[in-house]
T-cell receptor, first 114, second 114 residues
Framework: SAVISQKPSRDICQRGTSLTIQCQVDSQVTMMFWYRQQPGQSLTLIATANQGSEATYESGFVIDKFPISRPNLTFSTLTVSNMSPEDSSIYLC???????????FGAGTRLSVL | AQSVAQPEDQVNVAEGNPLTVKCTYSVSGNPYLFWYVQYPNRGLQFLLKYITGDNLVKGSYGFEAEFNKSQTSFHLKKPSALVSDSALYFCAVRGMDSNYQLIWGAGTKLIIKP
């Protein structure tokens, strides 16, 4: 299966700043997803990112706060803008493998906002 | 509405004993069902899936799950638990018209005691 790498693995940021999380897949994939997860809790989908189109955001998430780029079929970024302590969470990227019908995940980015 | 329920927040099992982590679902049409495992400070790892075919599916690390259509369940099982199986387990479901998005259960913390 394709390998997905995500960086940074963790970061500590100041209130009001922005952080961009990168996700790289070693093969071309159509659909990528961005999630948020509080430690020990379930996943919440932020948005679906397809190459060549605007990301589709779930209820409660907006593009101004979480802009997403998908410049090609192997890469995506999620930016957490104007951060507040409430944005402290684990952010996960994933992609859908159409051949295997499985969603694979990056290792996650653990974000702490002070 | 599509949903997944993991009724147990935590399951405690003695090493060497069989384990079961429960999952029930509600989805329109035929479901695609998945189990993932998350070790501390790690991303989600795919364990197994049910799409069609044999109701008993085998996955990684000796895990298996049984699809029961009448009970709308997909319980995760292992005949003999290992301490290293201690982790957070997630059940997820996808409907046929879901645009590949997964609906996630709340997660079950599995603790295997020596």
């Amino acid at each position: 299966s394709a390998v997905i790498s995500q960086k940074p693995s963790r970061d500590i940021c100041q209130r009001g700043t922005s952080l961009t999380i990168q996700c790289q897949v070693d093969s071309q994939v159509t659909m990528m997803f961005w999630y948020r997860q509080q430690p020990g809790q379930s996943l919440t989908l932020i948005a679906t990112a397809n190459q060549g189109s605007e990301a589709t955001y779930e209820s409660g998430f907006v593009i101004d706060k979480f802009p997403i780029s998908r410049p090609n079929l192997t890469f995506s970024t999620l930016t957490v803008s104007n951060m507040s302590p409430e944005d402290s969470s684990i952010y996960l990227c994933s992609f859908h493998d159409r051949v295997k019908n499985i969603q694979y995940f990056g290792a996650g980015t653990r974000l702490s906002v002070l | 509405a599509q949903s997944v329920a993991q009724p147990e927040d935590q399951v405690n099992v003695a090493e060497g004993n069989p384990l079961t982590v429960k999952c029930t679902y509600s989805v329109s049409g035929n479901p695609y069902l998945f189990w993932y495992v998350q070790y501390p400070n790690r991303g989600l790892q795919f364990l197994l899936k049910y799409i069609t075919g044999d109701n008993l599916v085998k996955g990684s690390y000796g895990f298996e799950a049984e699809f029961n259509k009448s009970q709308t369940s997909f319980h995760l099982k292992k005949p003999s638990a290992l301490v290293s199986d201690s982790a957070l387990y997630f059940c997820a479901v996808r409907g046929m018209d879901s645009n590949y998005q997964l609906i996630w259960g709340a997660g079950t913390k599995l603790i295997i005691k020596p």
